[in-house]
């Protein structure tokens, strides 16, 4: 059988991630509901080499049993008894981990392609960064086993500074310029569904001390990029759950910060460029030189000091360190026009601006 069609029915409801191809003819035996975790009975994946995520080395020969969507058995082959009518895939030679998890992603896409992809990949949760009436779509039909998908937490648009570093030609952005317009958009956005407050680069320190505010009397969590006027280690203070990409780190650790930080307050984006990518590429050719700056004053007291105090407050660092590779590569195919997404000046520099 193909690894499409075992996935499908197996990997992406029981909320683990198959890897190789199961043996032929075992598709409809293994079919479920897409998505929701719904079945029909027992399903037992025998003989399968279990990584289980925490470290341990790999089990050989194991059997996971699975029901309504939940592994309930976790035992090698040999001694697992299975009940009459459990559905069995002998997956010898093949490997089962987690369902993977897609910290940080910006689904565009057909319905058709883009939910499937996930859970054929294995990747059995997302979170979606810039939150669209499109994805609250896609979360319930995957609820209601009409779509084969993740399971999918959805944050609200971007809450941003005004200019914000997104015009209104790339999708919705939330502009806010004082603490009023901070709070309402909070409540805003927890009335439209969101999980989350997706705070953004350029909001003021009253905007982003009012959405902490706010949202921690609304109930729902604030995330996302650790704007340009606050400090790594405020923002953790307010409960701000997870720091996007590495920009704010950057400073935080350097011992140049106040320096930086006279610099950055200079920034500034043409409130009038009707382009997104336009405004976001003015704002990173101010950036990228400081943080270039930030890195060669780079303090190791410093981050350690702020490590142990991102941990304390329950803060996590996503790095996405994908971007920097994907957005600077430092090779390219004959021919490709690749090349030209980067500007010359940075080709030189991007295999250290993205490798840890």
């Not at 499409?4 to 992406?12: D, E, K, S, T, W």
């Not at 294995?122 to 009409?146: D, L, N, Q």
């Not at 502009?175 to 680069?201: I, L, M, N, T």
């Not at 990518?277 to 943080?291: A, D, G, I, K, N």
Request: proline share 7%; hydrophobic share 40%.
């Amino acid at each position: 059988m193909a690894r499409r069609g075992f996935l499908a029915g197996a990997a992406a409801v029981t909320g683990a991630a198959l890897t190789g191809t199961a043996p032929a003819g075992t598709a409809r035996a293994a079919g479920t509901r897409a998505g929701n975790g719904a079945d029909t009975g027992p399903l037992a994946l025998t003989h399968v080499t279990v990584i289980d995520g925490s470290g341990a080395p790999p089990a050989p020969g194991m059997t996971v049993v699975v029901e309504g969507g939940r592994i309930t058995q976790l035992a090698p082959s040999a001694r697992t008894r299975l009940r009459p009518g459990t559905r069995t895939v002998d997956l010898t030679g093949k490997y089962v981990i987690p369902g993977l998890i897609e910290a940080h992603t910006h689904s565009d896409g057909p319905q058709t392609v883009i939910p499937a992809l996930y859970a054929l990949a294995g990747v059995t949760t997302v979170r979606e960064m810039w939150g669209k009436p499109v994805h609250h779509e896609w979360r319930e039909k995957i609820r209601s086993g009409a779509l084969l998908g993740p399971r999918w937490v959805v944050g609200s648009p971007i809450v941003d500074g005004a200019p914000s570093l997104w015009a209104a030609d790339v999708g919705p952005t939330i502009e806010v310029r004082d603490a009023a317009g901070a709070r309402r958009a909070v409540r805003r956005v927890k009335r439209e569904g969101a999980d989350f407050v997706k705070v953004y680069s350029r909001l003021s320190r009253e905007a982003y001390f009012a959405i902490a505010d706010e949202a921690r009397r609304q109930g729902i969590p604030h995330l996302g990029h650790c704007p340009d006027t606050v400090r790594i280690a405020e923002a953790s203070a307010t409960g701000h759950r997870t720091i996007e990409h590495l920009h704010a780190l950057l400073l935080a650790t350097s011992r140049h910060e106040k320096e930086i930080r006279r610099r950055l307050a200079a920034v500034r984006i043409d409130p009038r460029d009707p382009s997104s990518l336009s405004r976001y590429h003015s704002w990173f050719q101010q950036v990228h030189p400081l943080e270039w700056r930030a890195v060669q004053g780079y303090d190791r007291d410093r981050a350690d000091a702020l490590f142990r105090s991102l941990a304390a407050d329950g803060t996590a660092i996503v790095p996405t360190l994908s971007v920097h590779r994907w957005s600077c590569p430092t090779t390219f195919r004959p021919g490709s026009r690749s090349g030209s997404t980067c500007p010359p000046g940075r080709w030189r520099t991007g295999r250290t601006s993205w490798r840890p």
